[in-house]
């Protein structure tokens, strides 16, 4: 396994290799991301798995500042399963100018979910994606389902370029309380998990009672009964006509996001 900290050393690096697979992280590596690496090892790609907190993607100084790291276990984690090379840029690799414009401009969620609550976030992600994929010239782009709203807004970004990159998304891996497994529930304690594990087995078996309802107040309700501080929206969402949605079906997805012990928690089911 190859440890690569330069954009030019990781372009030259993979300079005429065929059949990538790009694993973009944040680090705090689980076994969410494992699935990942996985996937694209099952599907004999020379497999790279950069690891760069984005600073652009958070909308919450303090946030950004409080995002788990655990490098030297994720390098260990990332050896253990057969990645080919690390990327693992300083922040003046990805954005070297002093300041940092961004002119993406995104046309879908803006006005809801990830998109409302967290303004800037999907600019900040697109910009990311755009210079690590100008570096890392891959192939396979493998991204979570636990992500699904920035998977939508990534491929819409490839399509909207005739980028030629094959996108696959990957299931959300849960832990055994139901829990979509996320670098920031390191941030939670033993109770708080146990809460969440809590809401999102209440919400899963009301799955279909939650999309049809016109007025989700009775789950917001039990979501804080439960003891979530905040709660930034509970949506069914169609993935196909990306839009709100009162009809279950294949297409349709609830997406949650909250607050417990002061840690922002995203999911979808
Ligand atoms: P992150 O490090 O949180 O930016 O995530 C890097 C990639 O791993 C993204 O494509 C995520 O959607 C994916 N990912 C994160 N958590 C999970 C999970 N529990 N199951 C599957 N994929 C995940």
Partial sequence: MKIIKTANKIASELLNKKKIGFIPTMGCLHEGHVSLIRKSKKKKLLTVVSIFVNPLQ?????????????????????????????????????????????????????????????????????????????????????????????????????????????????DTIRDKNGIA??????????????IAGRIINFLKSNKNKIIKSKNNLLYLNKIIEFGAKKIDYLTAFNLKYLKKTNKPSVNTKVFLAYYLNGVRLIDNF
């Fill in 58 to 170: 958070f909308n919450n100084k303090k946030d950004f500042k409080k995002y788990p790291k655990t490098i030297l276990n994720d390098l260990k984690i990332c050896k253990k399963n057969k990645v080919d090379y690390v990327y693992l840029p300083q922040k003046k690799e990805i954005y070297p100018e002093k300041k940092i414009i961004i002119k993406n401009k995104i046309h879908f969620f803006k006005k809801y979910m990830e998109g409302k609550f967290r303004p800037g976030h999907f600019e900040g992600v697109i910009e990311v994606m755009k210079r690590l994929l100008k570096h890392v010239k891959t192939n396979y782009l493998f991204l979570g389902k636990k992500d699904y709203q920035q998977l939508i807004i990534i491929k819409k970004y490839l399509e909207s370029v005739n980028s030629k990159i094959i996108v696959v998304p990957c």
């Fill in 181 to 194: 497994l996320s670098s920031r529930n390191k941030l939670l304690d033993q109770k708080s998990l146990n």
